[in-house]
């Protein structure tokens, strides 16, 4: 699979923490239209994998269930290559939780 910019920053995001769909879009500043395809595509080809969360938990907090996303070992291949093409890469998203100024 072809790593583009937008598919490195969803890679990056993915490893630093932001496991679903709205946690990456926020972090990345990705519009839907662009993270959710890229999520699929990297799922496809073995970068990513995800797990559904329990229902109930979603259904405590009154919202639709989140699929959740990790990085593979493919994943975290294909993000050092992509770091080494695109220097300014690791710039682009924190860590999930850090504190922001």
């Known amino acids: 699979m072809r790593v583009t910019y937008p598919t490195a920053i969803v890679l990056l995001a993915v490893s630093r923490g932001f496991r679903y769909g709205f946690d ?3 972090a990345s500043g990705l519009a839907s239209g662009t993270v959710y395809p890229i999520l699929r595509r990297l799922e496809d080809s073995g970068m990513l994998r995800s ?3 329990a229902v109930t938990s979603a259904r405590d ?3 639709p269930p989140r699929r959740y996303y990790q990085i593979t070992g493919a994943g975290s291949s294909a993000l050092r290559d992509a770091s080494e093409r695109f220097p ?3 710039g682009t998203i924190g860590h999930a939780g850090a504190a922001t100024a």
Do not use: H, S
């Open 88 to 90: 300014g890469l690791g």
């Open 24 to 26: 990456i879009m926020d």
């Open 61 to 63: 907090e009154q919202r």
């Open 51 to 53: 797990k559904w969360e």
